[in-house]
């Protein structure tokens, strides 16, 4: 038995769902009465989208920790970024929140562009879900999960991509991508 009550998830994969499996457990959380935070690693702040105006709405704290396009960036801003996000992230989680969600945060370690090690790591980030998820729900998403993130979490799900509109040249739609 854990000695603990929060839970850690992890949705990743290849596949369409990772964030809208994850905001499906915030509405579910919202519905107990329960406080939740929402971390967004890559979309920026001058993104808009569906989630964060709904979210915002249900008064939801959500935040968007990109910078855009990051291959218009430069590596420092890239890591810039990174930095700012994982100190929010530490703030969010030190918090008396029930659940936080980082979306996206997988993400940061296939980078390959983005020399990261001495900002974040793996390693990192488990500690941190260890020593947070005593007492919260921690949901993290983005593609290709790494065996140490899989080991501490107690739910992975893998999304399988079957088929997408983008490969038959669909443009992302309002309301399904955004």
């Given at each position: 038995m854990?000695?603990?009550?929060?839970?850690?998830?992890?949705?990743?994969?290849?596949?369409?769902g990772?964030?809208?499996?994850?905001?499906?457990?915030?509405?579910?959380?919202?519905?107990?009465?329960?406080?939740?935070?929402?971390?967004?690693?890559?979309?920026?702040?001058?993104?808009?989208?569906?989630?964060?105006?709904?979210?915002?709405?249900?008064?939801?704290?959500i935040?968007?920790?990109?910078?855009?396009?990051?291959?218009?960036?430069?590596e420092e801003?890239?890591?810039?970024?990174?930095?700012?996000?994982?100190a929010?992230?530490?703030?969010?989680?030190?918090?008396?929140?029930?659940?936080?969600?980082?979306?996206?945060?997988?993400?940061?370690?296939?980078?390959?562009?983005?020399?990261?090690?001495?900002?974040?790591?793996?390693?990192?980030?488990?500690?941190?879900?260890?020593?947070?998820?005593?007492?919260?729900?921690?949901?993290?998403?983005?593609?290709?999960?790494?065996?140490?993130?899989?080991?501490?979490?107690?739910?992975?799900?893998?999304?399988?991509?079957v088929?997408?509109?983008?490969?038959?040249?669909?443009?992302?739609?309002?309301?399904?991508?955004?």
């Amino acid at each position: 038995m854990l000695d603990r009550k929060g839970r850690i998830l992890v949705l990743t994969g290849e596949g369409k769902g990772k964030t809208s499996s994850a905001l499906g457990m915030v509405i579910r959380a919202l519905g107990w009465g329960k406080k939740v935070c929402v971390l967004q690693f890559f979309k920026s702040p001058e993104y808009e989208c569906g989630e964060r105006i709904f979210l915002e709405k249900c008064g939801v704290e959500i935040h968007p920790l990109g910078i855009g396009f990051s291959w218009l960036k430069t590596e420092e801003e890239q890591r810039d970024a990174i930095r700012n996000g994982w100190a929010k992230t530490l703030e969010k989680l030190s918090s008396d929140y029930d659940m936080v969600v980082i979306d996206e945060i997988i993400n940061v370690f296939s980078q390959k562009n983005v020399k990261i090690d001495d900002i974040l790591t793996e390693e990192d980030l488990k500690n941190a879900l260890e020593k947070y998820s005593v007492d919260k729900d921690i949901i993290l998403t983005g593609r290709g999960c790494g065996e140490i993130l899989k080991s501490v979490a107690d739910t992975v799900t893998e999304m399988v991509n079957v088929k997408h509109g983008y490969e038959e040249g669909l443009e992302a739609c309002k309301g399904i991508e955004y």
